[in-house]
């Protein structure tokens, strides 16, 4: 009896198939809520042409997906962070990287849950069910690429958010420059992840293995001129779903011509999984250090930050001056690779606090745009703070926070980020990512400022056709990414404690 004994408490301790796919939880829970959306989406017969109203569907399907998802983001924030392992066949891994990533890109679709049939209804498209369903999709897609432990399995989350983005982006198909825009990324993206495909071969081809860990293991053959193609290919592939130049030239016009939630949701969501990917990737071919391979993406970063944001200092529409912005911060972004592994809690940070203030942006122009009912200009927000004080509030807040001016929650991601890379001797990119901080201020700084500023004769005529639509749920997104900023900037340590080990 007292040997069986050992033996038990050993089988109970042993991980059982529930244990394993206990981490699956967020694939789970994203796959019932696509099908749960289309699902109650059928419930009504389809809304009847040019007639707007609210669709019964509306209320179920956001209340299923604010339940969901907060008790996803719940399950992301528990998590204890001294777990580490693959799951699920070795197929998954189970890390923080993997971790932080859903959580950022969960807390992505629900900004984007809450505001997009908001958006939807206001050009007589009352599909809310649908337009959640594609979200949920993107969202499974973006995780299943940042947390793969094999290529393939990498490429199938690619292809599974690509698409979504693709039908997301083309959402309504009675604006030009909506379908311009879906076909746009459509055939640029398609391209890329073909790029993408055939350097995944090309490394399978050189190391016979499609499992990033066993890639890392066979460091003699990761270092041939055959996976260094690979890695280059997959590399290209990558950064153009991060919007660096000179991958960029898609960028200000997708933004621009998708509707304004869908723009918000992808310009975060796609470089957190992009970036996680890239991470992985470099990691497992052990070119971290590689001095080619630095110089390549410390060019591409400084490109980026410069091109960026002397681009968006000239841009008229305040739409593609967030676009290039983007560019601008991927090139931000591309400093922790650059340095390398210590540079991990820093860029974490830096993506939390970008995902709060450029949603919450974005969020704040999508009310603009639905009380003028037309794409804003810099000259259309002036003297919005009479009309919209609330929205030209949070405006301001997130413009502030991506300028970078304390103590928003974008100079605490950028005091980290260039402050780690100086730790480790990098002084070039902090230098370049100051200076071109410095131009950001200038564009991000002047439209806070416009805000609150008093209107010519012209543009206070412009304004007094402003629509009157209440956007609840739009207004609370907001709020939510405005509390974020101020949070992260008084109390960065939180995240930074969660990154560490959880709460």
Request: proline share 4%.
């Amino acid at each position: 009896m007292n040997n069986l004994l050992p033996i038990f408490l050993m089988e109970l301790n042993r991980p059982t198939v529930f244990d394993d796919k206990i981490h699956l939880v967020p694939l789970f829970v994203l796959g019932f809520l696509m099908a749960a959306a289309l699902c109650l989406e059928l419930r009504d017969d389809p809304p009847s042409e040019g007639v707007a109203g609210e669709t019964s569907t509306k209320p179920a399907i956001l209340g299923l997906a604010v339940i969901a998802l907060t008790g996803l983001i719940g399950y992301y924030v528990t998590w204890d962070g001294a777990l580490s392992s693959l799951v699920f066949h070795e197929m998954f891994y189970n890390d923080t990287l993997s971790r932080m990533s859903g959580l950022l890109i969960t807390v992505c679709a629900l900004l984007a849950v809450l505001s997009g049939p908001d958006e939807l209804e206001r050009f007589k498209n009352l599909r809310g069910g649908e337009f959640c369903a594609l979200i949920f999709s993107s969202a499974l897609g973006m995780i299943l690429m940042a947390s793969a432990a094999n290529t393939m399995l990498m490429f199938l989350g690619l292809e599974l958010f690509s698409i979504a983005l693709y039908l997301l982006c083309i959402y309504l198909p009675d604006r030009e420059r909506c379908r311009e825009s879906g076909m746009k990324y459509f055939l640029l993206s398609s391209a890329a992840s073909s790029v993408l495909l055939y350097g995944l071969a090309l490394l399978y081809g050189a190391t016979g293995t499609t499992w990033l860990l066993e890639m890392k293991a066979t460091t003699e053959l990761t270092q041939s001129g055959l996976s260094l193609a690979g890695f280059v290919l997959v590399g290209i592939g990558l950064l153009f779903k991060l919007a660096v130049v000179p991958f960029h030239f898609w960028a200000p016009d997708v933004y621009e011509g998708a509707p304004t939630t869908v723009t918000a949701f992808m310009s975060v969501a796609t470089k957190v999984a992009a970036l996680a990917a890239l991470w992985r990737t470099m990691d497992a071919m052990g070119l971290v250090s590689v001095r080619l391979t630095v110089l390549i993406l410390f060019s591409l970063s400084i490109l980026s930050i410069l091109v960026g944001n002397f681009l968006a200092l000239s841009q008229i529409s305040v739409k593609r001056m967030l676009a290039y912005s983007g560019v601008a911060n991927a090139g931000y972004l591309l400093i922790a690779p650059v340095v390398g592994p210590t540079m991990f809690k820093a860029m974490l940070l830096y993506l939390a606090t970008y995902l709060v203030g450029n949603i919450g942006a974005f969020l704040a122009l999508a009310l603009v745009e639905a009380r003028q009912n037309r794409e804003i200009r810099r000259r259309d927000i002036v003297g919005l703070f009479q009309e919209q004080p609330w929205v030209a509030g949070c405006f301001a807040i997130c413009l502030v926070s991506l300028a970078g001016i304390p103590p928003a929650a974008g100079f605490m991601g950028k005091f980290f980020l260039f402050g780690q890379a100086i730790a480790e001797g990098q002084l070039v990119l902090p230098i370049v990512g100051i200076l071109g901080s410095l131009i950001g201020a200038a564009y991000y700084l002047g439209t806070a400022i416009s805000l609150f500023s008093n209107p010519l004769e012209e543009e206070e005529a412009s304004n007094s056709a402003l629509l009157s639509e209440n956007h609840l749920t739009t207004k609370a997104a907001l709020t939510i990414c405005c509390l974020g900023v101020i949070f992260l900037g008084i109390y960065p340590g939180a995240f930074l404690n969660l990154v560490t080990g959880g709460l």
